[in-house]
């Protein structure tokens, strides 16, 4: 027993002499390797270290976690394992991710062999098998969430770009010496990079490292046209001084987006569930996922019945009160529009006193061609989930 950080430097020490590719530093796929579950188990720490990203697990959330782990290990060699904060099954589910992934050599799940990535539900599990205590550095959140509740002891580290809930230990955060950056950007990944590449000095960073993250901040920024605040722009350089000249950012950006908007094959339950965060307010778990089309789109192509099923098996699932679609898409003259879907089989009562706190922030107008369904007409398109959450919260604390 014992932490795992100085059995890690060992194993990393012969895993170079067995191993040697002609390099001191372990690309980022040698790396996700080692860190592999299997090793963890067989190292038996009575500690862990995990860095992990919110619960929506979008490219920002992955990628902030993966670099940061990484980034980490180039500066000192010590082992934060990268966590991803969503069911194993529901990564297919982010063609982006998956894609980029691969492209960088880390492998997707197959029928005989599981990528290396590790997931929150696997830290539950060793944390239940060796009874060890898991400490976390938050990215991409500031608040633990999810599955995650249950098994971080303690928040070590910050960086993120939500809203500030103030409910960390600050003494604790600086007794580790970790990072607590909240600051609002277009990427999480941006404070991520502009933390740790400069503390790296000369130390070579591959490009594929740099290639996450330029992911991140290209989804995050529409390729850095909205949204896109200093700490983007600087990322960006860090980035640019690492990739290979020629490097066509807007291509890679086209790319991504191709593959994000690839809905092939995806029922309605999967959807609900691609980009999907699970809220507490006031006792009142309020489920919100984010949606690519608009309503009547999903209704014309899956039709009332089978999402009142998708819905309802979800909202199930996951114990809700309410659910809540929150559709983004531009309409047939290209204009950007929100809808906000209301959804609760038996919470009828919460839902229209939520509908009344929230209807003049977010400027919700009922649809009238959508019967089947309690669908609003969202205004107030600026606003996404991340400025939705928060004035949901105050309705249901203010109930
Ligand atoms: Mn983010």
Redesign the pocket.
């Known amino acids: 027993m014992g932490s795992i950080i100085s059995k890690f430097i060992i194993y990393l020490n012969e895993w170079k002499i067995n191993n040697f590719n002609g390099s001191s530093v372990l690309s980022l796929k040698e790396y996700l390797n080692i860190c592999s579950l299997d090793n963890i188990k067989k190292l038996k720490p009575s500690s862990l270290q995990i860095c992990c990203g919110n619960q929506s697990s ?1 490219m ?2 992955v990628v902030s976690a993966i670099i940061y782990s990484y980034f980490n290990y180039l500066d000192n060699n010590k082992l934060i394992l990268p966590v991803i904060n969503i069911p194993r099954e529901d990564l297919k589910l982010r063609k982006d991710i998956v894609n980029v992934l691969e492209s960088v050599g880390i492998e997707k799940d197959t029928d005989d062999k599981k990528s290396p990535l590790i997931f929150i539900e696997d830290i539950k599990q060793i944390k239940k098998s060796l009874k060890c205590s898991i400490d976390a550095i938050l990215v ?1 959140h500031n608040e633990i969430q999810g599955i995650a509740i249950d098994t971080i002891d303690r928040v070590i580290g910050i960086i993120d ?1 939500h809203e500030d809930t103030k409910t960390y230990n600050v003494d604790l955060i600086n007794a580790f010496e970790n990072p607590l950056i909240i600051e609002s950007c277009g ?2 990944s941006s404070l991520v990079t502009n933390y740790w590449v400069p503390k790296l000095g000369h130390t070579t960073i591959n490009n594929q490292v740099m290639k996450l993250g330029l992911a991140a901040a290209v989804l ?1 920024t529409s390729n850095f046209k909205s949204k896109v605040e200093h700490q983007d722009l600087e990322a960006l350089k860090f980035y640019k001084q690492f990739l290979p000249q020629a490097y066509d950012v807007k291509i890679f950006f086209k790319q991504l987006k191709t593959h994000k908007s690839d809905l092939t094959g995806f029922n309605m339950f999967d959807l609900l569930r691609k980009d999907f965060k699970l809220f507490e307010f006031n006792g009142h778990k309020v489920g919100m996922s984010s949606l690519g089309e608009s309503m009547e789109s999903f209704i014309a192509k899956f039709g009332n019945e089978s999402i009142k099923e998708a819905c309802n098996r979800y909202y199930r699932l996951n114990s809700m009160d309410i659910l809540l679609l929150l559709t983004s898409y531009s309409d047939s003259n290209k204009q950007h529009k929100r809808q906000i879907i209301f959804y609760s089989s038996k919470n009828t009562e919460l839902e229209s006193k939520v509908f009344c706190n929230i209807k003049d922030e977010l400027e919700l107008h009922p649809i009238a061609e959508i019967k089947e369904f309690s669908a609003y007409a969202q205004n107030k398109d600026r606003a996404s989930r991340k400025q939705i959450a928060p004035i949901v919260g105050k309705a249901l604390n203010d109930i």
Do not use: E, G, P
């Open positions: 979008d920002d959330s991409d770009h990427s999480c995050d």
